[in-house]
């Protein structure tokens, strides 16, 4: 950095910025026109700001009560001035928000790009703010002037690995009273930008239902306002097209996509508010993300309070929208936010109507809906770990994959589906629906023809360490404490008399010779009720946790240290066959055959052996004696 407060510095960008940046200038994505839609939106940020601020301060709009956004196209200087009479910004805002990246989900849409196969066609569906405009412009110029303070800035940049900042001259200075001016210089291939028609076009398309007026300079230097600047959720819904719920959508959300559902209703009463919410059809990038809050933002009489007031809960989060509330004071402070009645008040309803219309949407349109479910599915379960409330609506509206095809079904399905003496309803956590279907801990239910559900998002060893039941029929584990299949009948009863039966005495002999093998590797060995193939399982036990649950928080060094159930299958030849060399003194192979059956349910459960060379040591072992035996 260079130079003093009273002259030009010189700043490197924040290194994703740098890397967005590059981007952005060597970009040839088909989509440019949202360049113009990110800087209107920032501008209607700007103004709702200033606004807000000045319930408390109207000193800050003194002189200058006009709030509005202006776009000024110069085909002769080949520029496009976007202005706004809104907070802006003083000298080390500028530096703050220009030069670094403030949204946490940057670099999980700097990684979706590089990943993608369309690669750049992402840019819509996420938008990139600010940087967007350096795929139209080599060079960008932005004046502002903090409401209230004497002093205007000038940031500027030709995208490469750094910026300027300086005082703003007397004639920069003089242009922007208050507020944020942005010229971009246009790139040879961005002339079309310099069109009156082509900017106003823009404007109706995605930027039509911002609150402000945004006005257009003609050749003339004459401006009109060419958007709507009307609140779209204060309109009765008759007087609302698909097209404009459309565009609202893609204004307020930021997003590219079509929305999946939309919301548009008000409530008057005790309260009166409007609502209007979005669920998209494209996941954001940072879904996933723990800290990720939802985006409703929160107006009072049109006036824009936050985005941050957490009006629907996290697991709804993908939600976008807005409700403007007319009871609700102008000054509300973060603390207010989180203790006043009303806005709890709100929160709930907002909630319910949400889950409300999702329970509509799945009865009358059950393809639309499982697209929904597809995309945010393991999102909304979280509620039913969050949200005991709502957790009977939330499983009612839950998909699952089961072992009864491809596909989902729901836990409705699932009941109607129960076979006779069937009390329970089975699930089985673990990672891939395809690795959970061989897994050996399905084998006795699969003979009966027992429906399981295939739980793999990670969110699911969680909620179902909570009692969980549907209709009556609670949950129960395939892979956690005793399971008794016994009165549920076999789909072949042939199947009852296949393989080699051994004696009560037999099973106990076997079962102390093993937990003697194995020591403390394992809480408990016992016969099993799970398989009828495999040799051996584990399973945890009853009072802890399961085994999918331990695996996830060991990895986080936060598992228990418990050790695992061994289940052996009786019948299989080479737990007899450790039976036999337990009979004949010979301890040493029984020892190698009963590690060998623990390190085979390690590896059946997707995990490695606890000593892969001793593994195979005894396989090895254990096949040159079948090819003497052979010989």
């Not at 709507?228 to 097209?243: G, H, M, N, T, Y």
């Amino acid at each position: 950095m260079n130079g003093d407060a009273g002259t030009a510095q010189s700043h490197e960008f924040q290194a994703e910025v740098a890397e967005l940046l590059n981007l952005m200038v060597h970009s040839v994505y088909s989509e440019t026109d949202i360049f113009l839609r990110e800087l209107i939106s920032n501008g209607s940020d700007a103004c709702d700001k200033v606004r807000y601020e000045a319930i408390a301060k109207p000193e800050l709009l003194a002189g200058n009560d006009k709030l509005a956004i202006c776009i000024a196209p110069d085909a002769a200087a080949k520029t496009l001035t976007i202005s706004d009479s809104g907070i802006g910004m003083d000298r080390q805002e500028l530096i703050d928000n220009l030069g670094t990246v403030a949204r946490s989900g940057t670099k999980a849409f700097l990684k979706g790009v590089k990943d993608a196969k369309e690669g750049l066609g992402l840019i819509g569906q996420f938008g990139v703010g600010f940087y967007a405009a350096f795929m139209v412009a080599d060079r960008i110029e932005v004046t502002s002037r903090r409401a209230g303070s004497p002093d205007a800035w000038v940031w500027s940049s030709s995208g490469g690995a750094g910026f300027d900042v300086a005082p703003a001259s007397q004639e920069q200075a003089a242009r922007v009273p208050r507020g944020t001016e942005i010229v971009l210089h246009l790139k040879e291939e961005a002339a079309r930008y310099l069109q009156p028609f082509e900017l106003e076009r823009i404007v109706r398309t995605y930027s039509d239902h911002i609150l402000f007026p945004i006005e257009l300079v003609d050749e003339k230097g004459e401006a009109r306002q060419v958007n709507a600047a009307s609140a779209l959720w204060q309109r009765s819904k008759s007087d609302v097209k698909p097209e404009d719920y459309t565009q609202a959508y893609r204004s307020i959300a930021m997003a590219f996509d079509e929305p999946a559902l939309t919301l548009h209703y008000k409530v008057e009463g005790r309260q009166s508010y409007a609502v209007l919410l979005f669920v998209p059809t494209t996941p954001p990038f940072d879904l996933a993300d723990p800290g990720r809050k939802g985006r409703v933002k929160l107006y009072v009489r049109r006036v824009y309070i936050t985005d941050d007031a957490d009006l629907l809960p996290a697991y709804l989060r993908f939600v976008r929208g807005v409700v403007d509330s007319e009871d609700l004071p102008l000054n509300l402070s973060r603390e207010m936010l989180q203790n006043n009645p009303q806005v709890a008040q709100i929160r709930s309803g907002l909630a319910s109507r949400v889950i409300g219309e999702f329970e509509s949407l799945a009865a009358r349109d059950s393809d639309s809906y499982a697209k929904i479910w597809s995309a945010f599915g393991p999102v909304v379960k979280e509620g039913l770990y969050e949200d005991h409330e709502r957790r009977g609506q939330l499983l009612a509206l839950a998909r699952f994959a089961t072992t009864a095809g491809e596909g989902t079904r729901s836990l409705k399905d699932y009941v109607a589906s129960l076979k006779p003496n069937q009390t329970e309803v089975y699930y089985l956590v673990g990672e891939g629906a395809d690795r959970l279907k061989s897994n050996p801990k399905l084998e006795a239910a699969r003979a009966r023809g027992v429906e399981v559900l295939l739980l793999t998002d990670p969110i699911d060893a969680f909620w179902t360490t909570l009692p969980q039941e549907f209709d009556g029929k609670p949950f129960k584990s395939l892979s956690q404490g005793d399971v008794d299949f016994g009165l549920v009948p076999l789909l072949d009863k042939a199947e009852a008399d296949t393989g080699l039966k051994t004696t009560a005495e037999d099973e106990a002999a076997i079962v102390k010779a093993v937990k003697e093998a194995l020591g403390e590797k394992v809480s408990e060995v016992r016969a099993s009720p799970r398989l009828t193939e495999s040799a051996s399982c584990l399973v945890a036990n009853a009072q802890g946790r399961d085994r999918e649950l331990e695996r996830l928080l060991t990895r986080q060094n936060r598992g228990s240290g418990a050790n695992p159930i061994l289940e052996l299958n009786m019948s299989h030849a080479l737990v007899r066959a450790l039976g036999t060399a337990q009979n004949a003194g010979r301890p040493e192979e029984v020892a190698d055959l009963a590690s060998l059956l623990l390190d085979q349910a390690h590896i059946l459960d997707g995990e490695m052996p606890a000593d892969p060379a001793s593994f195979a040591r005894r396989v090895n072992a254990l096949v040159l004696r079948g090819l003497r035996a052979d010989d």
